[in-house]
């Protein structure tokens, strides 16, 4: 009797999961059939999942895209945060970082490619009552216009032109993040996620004002890119020495407690890497 009433209990408990992974899976089959988008609420946060656009935003929806990132988000994110979102993309992040910060809390993320800018201004519109604030711009060490190429096939494969010689080229609006930081009069920033496609050194060195003169500097979840480095005239060494120069060390994404050389990471592909203030 007593393991009848352990088991009732166990099912009971467990009726809300249940329930909200049933609905997960009656969404995508909902999809399936009807080939339309589907709405669904990350943590509060009202999501809308076009699987028309990549085969990312499966994962997106089952909850298997970018898992290192977002269980890192959780440790760092709590209510009243401010969470900074650069290459936001689509705002799969900016929406989970809205759903930790949560409604007294703030989203800033900046998106250059119109198309992904689009999506995430519909992000923010259907979720009025917390603050995401979307830019439509890239984040650099100039205030200037730039070019950027929108990748065919890859919806964050989109990058900074270094020249006008490539193809496929849209004109843009770059900022500096100190300088936005300054006129948003912005506080608590707890976390910035920086994913620009080998752009992060131009986007971090435009934090120089903000790193100089924050006393609670933020976490930084940085996606390194080094492949992409020689054309633009810099090299992984100086990233790490402009950033030990503020006080931070880098750490493996997965083992936040484990500090590692960024020299030796990445030198292939492309690796997200924690910057942590010591």
């Not at 590692?260 to 910057?275: G, L, P």
């Amino acid at each position: 009797m007593k393991k009848i009433k352990e088991m009732i209990i166990l099912f009971i408990t467990n009726l809300p999961l249940f329930f909200e992974r049933l609905s997960i899976y009656f969404g995508w089959f909902s999809y399936l059939l009807l080939k339309s988008p589907v709405k669904r609420r990350l943590k509060g946060v009202m999501f809308e999942f076009d699987f028309s656009l990549s085969f990312y935003i499966k994962d997106m929806y089952f909850g298997w895209y970018e898992c290192a990132v977002i269980n890192f988000m959780e440790s760092v994110l709590k209510h009243g945060d401010t969470f900074i979102d650069i290459g936001a993309n689509i705002g799969y992040l900016t929406a989970r970082g809205a759903g930790l910060v949560g409604k007294t809390g703030e989203v800033h993320s900046f998106e250059p490619a119109l198309p992904y800018f689009q999506k995430l201004e519909r992000l923010s519109k259907m979720n009025q009552d917390y603050r995401i604030l979307v830019n439509h711009c890239a984040l650099g060490e100039e205030d200037r216009e730039a070019e950027l190429h929108i990748a065919k096939g890859n919806i964050g494969g989109s990058f900074i032109a270094v020249d006008n010689g490539q193809m496929d080229l849209v004109k843009i609006l770059m900022r500096r993040f100190d300088k936005y930081a300054e006129e948003k009069s912005l506080k608590n920033i707890k976390l910035i996620k920086i994913d620009v496609e080998g752009y992060e050194f131009p986007v971090l060195k435009g934090c120089r004002n903000y790193f100089e003169n924050t006393s609670n500097k933020p976490v930084i979840i940085c996606e390194i890119f080094p492949r992409g480095y020689p054309c633009r005239g810099a090299t992984i060494t100086e990233v790490l020495e402009y950033m030990r120069q503020y006080g931070y060390k880098t750490y493996n994404i997965c083992h936040h407690q484990e500090e590692i050389d960024i020299t030796k990471v990445a030198k292939e592909w492309k690796d997200s890497i924690i910057f942590k203030p010591s």
